[in-house]
């Protein structure tokens, strides 16, 4: 079994919190001595996992990025699909708050939509198994923990899903350019499930089709687009805002 590397240091922490039983040992610099390094080597002994001390070009042999002077090896973080889904939407309390990516390829991106799902309440992530980036070491650096708390789904037939989630009461609420009503005219307070398509491409159109209505977010300059992850985190938070009643 091939293990997987998970570094940077929200992203050990938050694995050592939350699934020490996956790490098999953790990879510290020696010459860092600090409060948060100190804590992270704390709950490794506590969970009686190995801990080797090595340089910072050995660590960033094995990082892709990064590693703040830590890396953990870990099993294989357990894959979720159409199998898994029904199983994560019946556990959802409260209204449901799903997030859908559309073509979103660069794990970077990924990273930092995960982690804005983790903030805004978000009960899962869903994207299609072809063309989606991979919740890969990058990713999972880059969404400092949130890779662990939020279920990633990639499903075969995103259009079947969207679907599915349509039938259980839940609205498909896609973001494109060419919408007439913007994201802060929306009401987003219901049962929800936001598509965020590919950095310019935008939703696929078959996609498109599934949605219920779609919302744009108004912009004032020269700029035609915002980045996804940055249009995930307006279109989130605002439904956070409506939410919240303020």
């Not at 556990?91 to 449901?96: S, V």
């Not at 805004?120 to 880059?142: Q, W």
């Amino acid at each position: 079994m091939k293990l997987e590397i998970v570094y940077g240091i929200h992203a050990v922490m938050t694995l050592l919190q939350r699934s020490p039983d996956q790490v098999t040992e953790l990879w510290v610099l020696k010459s860092r001595d600090d409060k948060r390094m100190n804590d992270i080597i704390e709950l490794a002994e506590a969970q009686e996992i190995p801990i080797m001390e090595t340089n910072k070009g050995l660590l960033s042999q094995k990082a892709d990025g990064n590693h703040q002077g830590v890396l953990a090896m870990r099993y294989p973080q357990r894959g979720y699909s159409e199998k898994n889904l029904e199983e994560e939407l019946d556990k959802i309390e409260g209204t449901p708050l799903i997030l859908v990516l559309d073509g979103v390829t660069d794990p970077h991106n990924l990273g930092a939509c995960l982690r804005t799902a983790d903030a805004a309440g978000v009960h899962m992530v869903i994207a299609p198994k072809d063309n989606s980036a991979p919740l890969n070491s990058v990713a999972s650096k880059i969404a400092c923990g949130a890779a662990e708390a939020v279920p990633y789904i990639q499903v075969t037939n995103l259009s079947r899903t969207l679907k599915d989630l349509q039938q259980r009461g839940i609205w498909i609420t896609g973001t494109a350019g060419e919408a007439t009503q913007s994201v802060y005219q929306a009401d987003m307070k219901g049962p929800l499930a936001l598509v965020m398509g590919a950095e310019g491409k935008g939703m696929r159109r078959l996609t498109r089709e599934h949605c219920d209505y779609l919302i744009n977010i108004p912009m004032a300059g020269e700029v035609s687009s915002l980045n996804v992850s940055v249009a995930t985190g307006v279109c989130l938070f605002e439904t956070v805002r409506q939410r919240l009643g303020s």
